[in-house]
């Protein structure tokens, strides 16, 4: 069955500090969306790739991804995108033609995963997973605390979740097209990924090994990061 991605890449980047939506930052001179996309396109298995652009950028994107050289097998649409995550998500979906059992959602602001990470999602959607996701242990211990009400407060620590039992998990998130559909019809809960609203469906997910090299460019310190990891493979 064809593989369709799509990528939300409509967000400002507010954490990353002033400047163009973070899709459109560059590392190392190319932009960060166009990393994402060859990162995609990297995987054999992947036929189509839906990037959600900015609302008002997705002539800039077209113009982008026609500029830079794609595999012959992959096939790109740009969609404008929403005002949060979950809305451009549903945005992208809308667009993927029927045929594409297969769909995996993947954040432009993960523009270094590896294609063994890509493919492992794949492999464990086709082998009937009906929702998988890249993850990986945490370093850090983790806490729960009553949030404070003003910023930088103390806050009461309540408890101190088992560890080995955590994972930070990344994408691209790999979904039956089906149970993506349904589950962004259903829920209307504020969510971080997609995962979590086939949780919500009470359909199965699993976890899969992720990538130190998947992380996500949230913070300026991030931007240092993937241009080294970048320059590391001489990109
Ligand atoms: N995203 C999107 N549409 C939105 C908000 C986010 O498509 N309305 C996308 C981002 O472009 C990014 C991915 O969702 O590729 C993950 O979101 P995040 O890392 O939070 O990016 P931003 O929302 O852009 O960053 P910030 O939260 O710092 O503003
Ligand atoms: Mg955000």
């Given amino acids: 069955a064809p593989v369709a991605v799509v990528i939300p890449a409509a967000g400002r ?16 001179g190319t932009p960060m ?3 994402a996309v060859r990162a995609m396109a990297a995987s054999r298995a992947v036929s189509l790739v839906v990037v959600v652009a900015p609302p008002d950028g997705a002539g800039e ?5 026609d500029a830079h050289a794609l595999p012959e097998r992959t096939r790109f649409l740009v969609v404008p995108g929403g005002e949060s995550r ?3 998500v549903r945005l992208g979906l809308d667009a993927v033609p029927p045929g594409h059992d297969v769909v995996l959602v993947h954040d432009a602001a993960r523009p270094l995963v590896p294609v063994e990470t890509v493919d492992a999602v794949i ?3 086709r082998e009937g997973a009906a929702a998988v996701v890249p993850a990986l242990p945490l370093a850090d211990t983790v806490k729960e605390v009553e949030p404070a009400a003003v910023a930088g407060a103390p806050e009461p620590v309540l ?7 955590l994972r930070a998990v990344q994408t691209p998130q790999g979904f039956d097209r089906a149970t993506l559909v349904r589950a962004h019809e259903t829920v209307t809960d504020d969510v971080t990924d997609d995962a979590s609203m086939v949780e919500q469906l009470g359909e199965p997910v ?5 990538h130190e090299e998947a992380f996500k ?19």
Avoid: C, F
């Avoid at 994107?61 to 991804?65: F, G, M, N, P, R």
């Fill in 13 to 28: 980047g507010v954490r990353l500090g002033p400047g163009a939506p973070k899709a459109l930052r560059t590392l190392n």
């Fill in 33 to 35: 969306l166009v990393h």
């Fill in 61 to 65: 994107v077209t113009s982008l991804l």
């Fill in 86 to 88: 979950q809305e451009s």
């Fill in 123 to 125: 492999g464990a959607v």
């Fill in 159 to 165: 408890a101190t979740p088992d560890r080995s039992r």
């Fill in 206 to 210: 699993v976890a899969v090994p992720g």
């Fill in 217 to 235: 460019v949230t913070r300026p310190l991030d931007l240092v990061l993937a241009e080294a990891v970048l320059a590391r493979r001489r990109l």
